[in-house]
Structures are given as C-alpha cells and as structure tokens.
C-alpha cells in the first residue's frame, strides 16, 4: 500500500508525513518503531525537568505529549478503520499538558506509558486492512485517512525529536 496521498490529509501535516520515509505502514513500523522506543529510553533521567527556554515544555512533558497525541491519533485510526461517520473533535495539545500532572510522574513511569502507548498502537495498525486503512473521516473541519493518521504518528515523534536534539540537545 503506498504512502498517504496529500488529497488524504490537511496541508499542515505534510510537516509530519514528509518526514517519515517509507511506502507502507509495515515498513514505517520496521523502519521506526525500534529506534523511537530507543531514544526515549536513552532519554537521561537528570534532564527530565529540563526546558530549554521559559514557558517551554520540560523533557517529560515532550514526551507525555507524544504519548497524548499518538493516544488521539491512534483513535481516530480506531473509529474510521471501524466505519466511524461522526465528526471527530480536535484536541488541545497545551490544555492537555497542563492537565496532565505529568511533573509529579517519575521519568521511568512517563517512558513506560510511551513503549505501552506505542505498542497498542502497533498491533492496532497491524491489524487493520488496507480498506480499513483508505477510510476516510472527518476530524473537527477536515476529512483524513487512517493511513494519514498512522504516518503522522510516526512523523510527530520525528519532529519532536529533532526539537528534543536540537533545543535540549539530547
């Protein structure tokens, strides 16, 4: 199955989809999986409440925002793999850092919901079929694949690695 198609997603995740290299979600999978779950156990426990800058999120709240929108992604995959016709509702990613209570969690705990959260998600996607996949559903204003969603996925945990090497320099 190739690649989601632009006419499959809104323009702005095409910052994350054309990170991710690959044609079909098993090989984004194989590509992907092991090393992201890698790099956030690598993550040093000392720089866990570490901002690069005021009013920016600690390294553990970059990761539970990882776990948080790949948890809402994988969701939606769910409710339009299944045949889903509802208008999906967006979500907002800075209410639910706040609400998150995630600096009173230890590090280790944040990286083990991460690997559990990943790892629901994978059999998630392996287990749908490639019509499963194509359905499309509406999200808030937009209409997306479950293909879409599930490269995003990936491409989100990209680009917040590049930020997490780049501003924390980890």
Known sequence: MPRPQ????????ERY?????????AEVISK??????????ALPNDKANFAYAE????VKE?????????????YRI????RGEMQTLTGFDQNIYAQNSNVLRRSFDDVKEEFK???????????????????????????????KAFAFNIYGHFIHHQHILKEKYSL
Not at 55 to 58: L, P, Q, S
């Open 6 to 13: 632009q006419n499959e997603y809104p323009p702005y995740f």
């Open 17 to 25: 989809i054309s990170l991710v290299e690959g044609e079909s979600i």
């Open 32 to 41: 992907y999986n092991d090393e992201q779950l890698n790099y956030v156990d």
């Open 55 to 58: 009013n920016k999120w600690t």
């Open 62 to 74: 970059a990761v539970q925002h990882i776990s948080d929108t790949e948890r809402v992604f994988a």
């Open 78 to 81: 769910l409710a339009m793999s």
């Open 116 to 146: 559990a959260v990943r790892y629901a998600t994978n059999i998630l996607l392996r287990s749908l079929s490639e019509e499963q996949l194509l359905r499309v559903g509406n999200v808030a204003d937009y209409k997306v694949s479950a």
